[in-house]
């Protein structure tokens, strides 16, 4: 009897020890697009902070997924040298984490309405920050409160980190106005804004249309009418009809970089892309510099 105890003992504890090793390795390499059973799965899960990009703080003050933080999707958001709405200095970033209880190695996950580009700004700055651990949900809270999953309006107790450094910005993960205009004849230059305003039949800059050889790929056309990523099957045949492959290097762009954040994320951590830089200046800072050129109407 003691020693069938004995081995009843050792086996409930090998299961928890094989139960934890699953959540370590799981949450060593957190899948970059989580759905909302993986998030309700480890919503508890330590070093986690769920950040709310949802545009209303009245929409979170309403209801949020338990443990979220609200934090405004133009909070990292400064104008650079003039031009409005370029990413702020990543010291100036770093201090924001800091206040949130992100950790150096902390997952941080992202919530916005759906998966829309407010949570993909935050992941991609997350990305050129250095920053390892992040995941955006899929479907966003809009899917979460579908699906009656746990709703709370209460804020979370969040233990602010006192220092956080990173090494250095990863570089490849950002391109300027220079660099886009001296771009090589066979990188891929994706305009993700609508189409009115890649044609120039609209637009709120000082001249309308797009950048000469860009691409039109509007960033909607990634995602299905229920608000999630479409399929990577999907994704791939329409990119790849438009020359998009994985061997180019692809600059997204859109009016301010955060529309083109989305298309980096999906490029970049959906189809496996390598070589992929997020264009923030966007037609905003090009279209205001006078002597660079501006085309509009359809590709030809």
């Known amino acids: 009897m003691v020693r069938q105890r004995r081995l009843t ?4 504890a090998l299961l928890m020890g094989l139960a934890a090793l699953g959540t370590a390795t799981a949450w060593a390499q957190p899948p970059r697009i989580v759905s909302t059973e993986w998030l309700a799965l480890h919503l508890n899960d330590g070093n986690q902070q769920i950040l709310d990009v949802r545009e209303d703080i009245k929409a979170y003050w309403a209801g949020h997924v338990p443990g979220a933080q609200w934090v405004s999707p133009d909070a990292c958001r400064w104008p650079q040298e003039g031009v409005p709405g370029k990413l702020m200095p990543l010291e100036n970033l ?3 984490l800091a206040v949130m209880g992100v950790t150096r ?3 941080v996950v992202i919530c916005a309405e759906e998966s829309n580009y407010r949570a993909a700004y935050l992941a991609w700055a997350l990305d050129y920050l250095g920053h390892k651990q992040w995941s955006i949900l899929d479907g966003g809270f809009k899917k979460w409160k579908a699906e009656q999953r746990r709703v709370t309006q209460e804020y979370p107790h969040v233990q602010p980190t006192r220092r956080l450094k990173y090494s250095r910005p990863v570089a490849s993960a950002r391109t300027t106005t220079d660099a886009v205009r001296a771009r090589s004849a066979d990188a891929v230059l994706l305009d993700v804004r609508g189409k ?9 800059w000082i001249r309308k249309g797009h950048i000469p050889g860009a691409i039109s790929h ?3 056309d990634d995602i299905t009418e229920a608000g999630v990523w479409k399929s990577k099957d999907d994704l791939q045949a329409a990119y790849t009809a438009q020359g998009v492959t994985p061997h180019k290097l692809i600059i997204t762009s859109c009016g301010q970089g955060q ?3 989305h298309t980096y994320v999906t490029l970049k951590y959906i189809l496996g892309h390598t070589n992929v830089a997020n264009y923030d200046g966007g037609f905003s800072e090009w279209s205001n510099i006078p002597e660079l050129p501006v085309k509009t109407g359809e590709a030809p």
Do not use: F, V
């Open 259 to 261: 529309m083109s954040a």
């Open 94 to 96: 770093t201090r924001l």
């Open 9 to 12: 003992w050792m086996g409930l």
């Open 218 to 220: 509007p960033w909607t």
């Open 105 to 107: 190695d902390g997952l």
């Open 196 to 204: 009115k305003l890649y044609t120039g039949a609209e637009g709120p």
